[in-house]
């Protein structure tokens, strides 16, 4: 861009300013005669290589936007600061479509109106044309234009949003870090944490467990980065277990006393029983078999750089702040990267077991919910992409596909066959499934491939969550409905025609994918960023 465009850019902005807040004035409340010149100057330093988005807003649709809709003049100034803050970088929508905060904010603020049941924030035409953007099956081709007047629109509701569900308490600035707008050293945004220096941080900052306990635990592994972080370790051989001696053996010592695992001061190099418990904690920390034998997945878990561990912990912390503060009573959460269910009342988790989820191809979907229905000896009700690509060429292939798979076609609908596998030992959903209606047909189900529960990385359903202990859940969610015990269950779970059960209560289920958090031993976790989001979040946040 040439000089003379810059110049020209610069003094539009400047008019369109001027001209906006006058607009502001004279639309605003009557009676104001003095513009009120609290206003965010642009950030000029936030460019498209420095910036979350690399979409850009003209600033002239801003200015329509305000006249059109008739806002305010605080809401007007909202969102004219917000974009002055960010150089008018997009803050919903990357290149890619909707960013990864966009769903996360859509997904809170789904469930703040469900559980209020204020209607006062709902917006019919947003909330349908977010749940169109929110299924990344049926994106949708939007033009420029549209996803600009969407952008726009999901700031609107966003401070709409915050003054609802903070109570009007807060200065709407506070909100930016909410919503990334450029990115960031990861150690200087370590350090602004550390020290608390935003100020008025705690009035918003997340009251939820997660994102409190994970924080505090970001000092320790920022004074290991200040101290040179940790050297990786070299092996002579595979694995290492207890009894053996090897200077591999001291240097895991000190490796794994810089996270806690290995308390003892000592560092000769015999594997002794408290390595072998040192190992365990570690093996469980990182999802990796606890059986206390140093092997090459650990050790590839352990040689991650205290920097990259830093900017993961950064990143879920980031996918924190949006979940929704817990109040109490059972809850159901999934968490995708570390392929488990865990059953809570308040804080105290009651059992967990091991899940089943979508593969890279068929992203589980991050929301939560409310679970209202127990299915016993559930139809699998194939969905349309699999009768498509999978179970049309079956058919091709052998014509009685569908009686030998215990599968019958009750229809047609857009030209494709409607085909349904009917309950028994062989059905893909097992013998129960656990709906909590969403508009991503997501649920929970049984499975009759027990052995993937083995298997360390489970990610190799189509979308949907198998449970390894189904029956276990059912007998956990009836348990206080008299008309369902144990062999009433059983069953029903054998039953040849499919049973609802509408639960009594609904009951909140979260899905997430946190692949860092704290235990309730009080130990920092990792996982594989299975799905990638984690790289897409880190590009987009943090400097090299």
Not at 39 to 53: C, N, Q, R, W
Not at 129 to 147: A, F, Q, R
Not at 282 to 301: H, Y
Not at 302 to 322: D, F, S, T
């Amino acid at each position: 861009m040439t000089k003379i465009k810059i110049i020209q850019k610069t003094l539009l902005n400047g008019i369109l300013l001027f001209a906006l807040t006058f607009l502001i004035i004279e639309c605003g409340n009557t009676g104001v005669k003095k513009a009120n010149t609290n206003y965010t100057p642009k950030d000029t330093t936030i460019t498209d290589s420095a910036s979350f988005s690399e979409l850009i807003l003209d600033s002239t649709k801003l200015e329509k936007y305000i006249i059109d809709n008739k806002l305010d003049k605080t809401s007007a100034r909202n969102m004219l600061n917000f974009y002055n803050s960010r150089n008018y970088h997009f803050a919903w929508f990357t290149t890619d479509g909707l960013a990864e905060q966009t769903r996360a904010f859509w997904n809170l603020h789904n469930n703040y109106v469900r559980t209020t049941r204020d209607s006062s924030i709902y917006d019919k035409k947003l909330h349908d044309e977010m749940e169109v953007l929110m299924n990344d099956d049926e994106m949708p081709k939007y033009s420029p234009d549209e996803i600009a007047e969407i952008e726009l629109h999901l700031t609107q509701h966003f401070f709409k949003y915050a003054h609802y569900a903070y109570e009007g308490k807060i200065d709407p600035s506070q909100l930016q870090w909410h919503i990334p707008r450029k990115k960031v050293n990861a150690l200087a945004l370590l350090d602004s944490l550390v020290a608390n220096k935003g100020q008025q941080l705690e009035e918003w900052e997340p009251v939820n467990n997660d994102y409190q306990q994970l924080k505090k635990q970001l000092p320790r592994y920022y004074e290991i980065e200040k101290t040179g972080g940790w050297l990786p370790l070299n092996l002579n051989r595979k694995i290492y277990k207890m009894g053996d001696t090897a200077e591999a053996i001291a240097q895991l010592k000190r490796r794994l006393n810089l996270e806690g695992d290995y308390k003892p001061s000592e560092a000769s190099d015999v594997f002794t029983k408290e390595l072998e418990d040192a190992v365990k904690q570690a093996q469980k920390r990182f999802g990796v078999k606890a059986d206390g034998i140093l092997s090459p997945s650990l050790v590839a878990e352990l040689n991650v750089p205290v920097k990259y561990r830093i900017e993961q912990m950064l990143v879920n912390l980031e996918r924190m702040r949006w979940m929704p503060r817990v109040e109490g009573g059972v809850r159901l959460v999934a968490n995708i990267p570390e392929f488990k269910l865990h059953v809570y009342d308040g804080q105290n988790e009651l059992f967990n077991m091991k899940i089943v989820v979508g593969k890279a191809v068929h992203n589980t979907v991050v929301f939560n919910d409310e679970a209202e229905y127990v299915i016993f000896s559930p139809y699998w009700n194939v969905p349309a992409s699999i009768v498509r690509k999978e179970i049309l060429p079956a058919i091709r292939r052998n014509r009685n596909y569908l009686a030998r798979n215990n599968m019958e076609q009750t229809g047609t609908l857009n030209g494709l066959p409607v085909i349904r596998q009917r309950p028994g030992d062989d059905n893909a959903l097992g013998r129960v499934k656990f709906l909590f209606p969403n508009s991503y047909n997501i649920y929970f189900h049984d499975t009759p491939a027990k052995s993937l529960f083995e298997q360390e990385k489970r990610a190799f359903s189509h979308g949907c969550i198998r449970l390894e202990q189904a029956k276990k859940l059912a007998e956990f969610l009836l348990r206080n409905d008299k008309e369902w015990n144990d062999e009433k269950i059983f069953d029903a779970m054998h039953s040849d025609s499919e049973i609802w059960v509408k639960l009594k209560e609904k009951i909140p289920v979260y899905i997430l994918y946190y692949t860092s958090w704290v235990d309730n031993d009080g130990l920092v976790n990792f996982r594989d960023d299975i799905y990638g989001h984690d790289k897409k979040m880190m590009k987009r946040m943090f400097t090299k």
